[in-house]
């Protein structure tokens, strides 16, 4: 006795002879159902991207560049309760809150993370990752050191952890020099500062080398890090 299950043998038109329509149409008649045309793969799901490193090796200029040849990237603007310094633009640069204020939405639970610094708090908004996150867009974040192992203790592997580093001591030391806001002894102390700071590489998923002159080639290796994430199986989820 034949399989009742199997659809009723249907004429194959000869590939070569039949128009693409007829034979599509024929194959469907043959399986029994029309084929789907909804995508084999999931939509990949947005990312939250931790871009950390010591100062001086370009972090702010790499996010400024990615977010102009990337499209659905936000970058968000944190929380603190310094005062505006002249040129800085409210909701760009930082939202300005007063102390008490940044203390309420601590209280609130409204901050991802948040440091006293210098006498003054910084956080990462929640709310602003939600609805970005909502929309599809991947979300940048860029901390320094401590804050990224604070993220890295809130968020865990749901988050990708990129380290960036100049291509040298020499090299981290000289654009030190160039950007003329430091005495010598805070560079001094910057570069201890950096110098303990290059120990935690191994705490990351992704190293880049920032190398002086070579901003696009730090960008596009940012991009494709993002684009690898983005293809794997088993995707990385966020809740925050």
Do not use: C
């Amino acid at each position: 006795m034949g399989d009742a299950r199997r659809p009723p043998a249907v004429p194959i038109p000869d590939p070569g002879t039949a128009d693409r329509t007829e034979l599509y149409r024929a194959l469907e008649a043959s399986v029994g159902s029309a084929f789907s045309s909804d995508p084999l793969a999931p939509n990949p799901n947005p990312l939250i991207i931790v871009i950390s490193g010591p100062s001086g090796v370009g972090k702010d200029a790499v996010i400024k560049r990615l977010r102009e040849v990337r499209e659905g990237i936000h970058f968000v603007v944190t929380a603190t309760s310094r005062a505006k310094r002249e040129g800085e633009v409210e909701g760009k640069d930082y939202f300005f809150v007063s102390k008490e204020e940044f203390l309420a939405m601590v209280h609130r639970d409204e901050l991802l993370e948040y440091a006293l610094v210098y006498g003054d708090y910084k956080g990462i908004p929640k709310r602003q990752i939600r609805e970005f996150m909502a929309n599809g867009y991947d979300i940048v974040l860029r901390v320094d050191i401590q804050g990224a192992a604070t993220l890295r203790r809130i968020l865990r592997n749901s988050a990708v952890f990129v380290f960036l580093v100049a291509e040298s001591e020499s090299a981290l030391v000289k654009r030190l020099i160039d950007r003329k806001t430091e005495t010598k002894e805070t560079l001094l102390v910057r570069i201890a500062t950096a110098r303990e700071e290059v120990r935690h590489m191994n705490n990351f998923d992704y190293v880049v080398v920032n190398a002086e002159g070579k901003l696009e080639s730090s960008v596009k290796l940012v991009e494709s890090i993002i684009d690898a994430e983005k293809a794997k199986v088993r995707q990385r989820t966020v809740a925050i």
